[in-house]
């Protein structure tokens, strides 16, 4: 296949549930179509529910803007999802399979749907298709390729739901600061770019931001020095 669309979920005990999709073309990564997903139709840790949201989100988007560009005699090219793949590999097993086939059918989309099979230690064992475990062998390309999409969109997943951690970290230190809303915190985490270099500034660094004054900017250096 030219174009293969890999999927992954991540969250830690149902929080943060994030997905990801990672594109390979002509057996290599093409970063420019990868897209990442927050879960939102539901709470808690749902691998099932999440790949299912995440390969509707991404097909509904991919047919509305089939749709509008064609109205506007335009190359499918230029949307961001209407380009589709000729192969879709969800990470699991039979379950997530099975989860995202009748998603894609009420949609009217037939493209094969595989599974990327792990290990008990974690590591690329093999693929499901049609209900069938279907064995690589390890020393082959196609071993290769499927192991390396499989860590990619892993490794895409686990830095989305890396970096909504840390912001949500820095917005519940600035939360506490009593004359810090919205526009200064955004203001702070702009001009400063970390929650450790707003730490570290002095008051006249902080009364420098827009939207601060000398006496919030001394109740933000005392609230993190104490």
Known sequence: PLRIESFDISNIQGLFNVGSMIVFEKGRPNNKHYRRFRIKSFEGANDYE???EIIGRRFYHGIQEREEL?????????GKFSIFPDLIMVDGGLGQVNAVQPVLDE????????????????????????????????NTNAFRLI???????????????????????????????PGVGPARR???????????????????????????NSKVAETVYNFFKS
């Not at 064609?70 to 230029?78: I, N, R, T, V």
């Not at 693929?127 to 690589?136: F, S």
């Open 50 to 52: 999440s790949m299912k």
């Open 186 to 212: 955004k203001a702070l985490l702009k001009h400063f770019g970390s929650l450790k270099r707003i730490k570290s500034a002095s008051v006249e660094e902080l009364s420098q931001v827009e939207g601060m």
């Open 70 to 78: 064609k109205a506007q005699d335009k190359s499918w090219e230029l």
């Open 107 to 138: 949609m009217g989309i037939h493209i094969p749907v595989c599974g990327m099979v792990k290990d008990d230690k974690h590591r690329t064992r093999g693929l499901v298709y049609k209900g069938e475990e279907i064995a690589i062998p390890i």
């Open 147 to 177: 192991t390396n999409m499989q860590d990619e969109a892993h490794r895409f997943a686990i830095n989305y739901h890396r970096s909504l951690r840390t912001k949500n970290t820095v917005k519940s230190a600035l939360d506490d600061i």
